[in-house]
């Protein structure tokens, strides 16, 4: 029976140890929270999807950026919710590692603020595969902040178009940023390819 | 038989072993200036929505049931309500980017709309969680508005 016992303390031991620990780590970062509230914010947003090595990733570029992007834009103009989610991820990657050194300070800032939000709406898009009308939703903030960034660090050497949905989220509009001169709507898909205009014309 | 009894034995004083883990709770005394409220204008109506139906995952100051007391549910409800906080916390919204701010205002609208939040798991827990038509309404046009006026004049 002391025999027993003795396992039984060992593993309740054990058991403390890993539960304290992972215990310590909340309130660690619940402290930190309270004390940088603006750290908080941005904390959760640094976390990398599955399967990608910070390391091992050359820097991105903003043409790899907008790939992804339209990679996604794509996915959604043929209603394909899981391709819409992998490119979510593949874009969510592509935030979290695109190369600002060279620019200013100023232009940074600029940048981080939008790739802050951008890497959000990617990371839900990634991970509501099955859910396109909550994809959707996303995908109109994301392609604001595309079109922001495309503002400060160009296309990349290539021609987009910035299209108007006059329809979606209730006559509200959204746009969105193609690679095509034809309209292909993403807001409705396959419902409504047509449906749209070209607002402006970006070179770069 | 034996065999049973030992490892309910060893279960058994597992489970009263972890009853003297406490996770940090979620509650703060301050409010901090970055509180929606001392931000943007809040009417009564809508804050008490708010802080009936989310402000225990979505703010600084959880409103503890009982069971939140004992383990493994500690534990659970802590998770749960971290989760909640990094996705949007009202205690420190006014710390978000103003581009950050005005996607919550859109994604608040979209999630009442689309009865995603508050979840039907804790809807289930908190019966004045459960919103109806003209509170959801309430909130919407609330945050919409906010949303609105940010982006036109961003
Ligand atoms: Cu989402």
Redesign the pocket.
């Known amino acids: 029976m002391k025999k027993y016992f003795a396992i039984t303390l060992a593993i309740a031991v054990v058991a403390l140890a890993a539960c304290n620990s992972s215990n310590n780590n909340s309130t660690a970062s619940q402290t930190d929270a309270n004390k940088d509230t603006t750290a908080a914010v941005h904390q959760t947003q640094d976390t990398m999807p599955a399967g990608m090595n910070m390391n091992n990733t050359t820097t991105v570029s903003v043409k790899d950026v907008i790939a992804a992007y339209l990679q996604m834009k794509n996915a959604f103009t043929n209603d394909n919710t899981n391709d819409a989610a992998t490119a979510g991820k593949n874009l969510q990657a592509a935030f979290i590692n695109l190369d600002t050194k060279t620019l200013s300070a100023d232009q940074q800032k600029t940048i981080n603020d939008i790739t802050d939000d951008a890497k959000e709406h990617a990371e839900?898009i990634g991970a509501?595969g099955g859910n396109i009308a909550?994809q959707r939703e996303?995908f109109d903030l994301l392609s604001k902040d595309m079109a922001d960034l495309v503002k400060t660090l160009g296309t990349g050497g290539q021609t987009l178009y910035k299209d108007f949905c006059p329809m979606y989220n209730n006559k509200k509009g959204a746009y969105w940023l193609s690679e095509t001169k034809e309209i292909k709507n993403p807001y409705l898909g396959k419902a409504m390819p047509a449906c749209g205009v070209m607002k402006e014309e970006i070179k770069q | 038989m034996k065999r049973i009894k030992k490892i309910s034995l060893v279960l058994l004083v597992l489970l009263i072993a972890i009853q003297f883990l406490h996770p940090a709770r979620n509650e703060s005394l301050q409010q901090l200036p970055t509180d929606i409220a001392t931000n943007y204008k809040v009417p009564d109506s809508v804050f008490r929505i708010l802080k009936t139906a989310c402000y225990d995952c979505h703010s600084n100051n959880t409103r503890y049931p009982w069971y939140s007391n004992i383990q493994p549910m500690a534990w659970m409800m802590a998770n749960h309500i971290s989760n909640g906080k990094e996705e949007l916390n009202f205690s420190e919204f006014g710390g978000y980017s103003i581009r950050r701010q005005t996607s919550k205002f859109k994604?608040i609208a979209d999630q009442v709309k689309d009865d995603a939040m508050p979840l039907w798991s804790y809807e289930l827990m908190h019966k004045d969680a459960n919103l109806s038509d003209d509170e959801k309404k309430l909130i919407m046009n609330w945050a919409q508005i906010l949303e609105d006026s940010l982006s036109a004049n961003n």
């Open positions: 839900h509501n909550h996303h | 994604s």
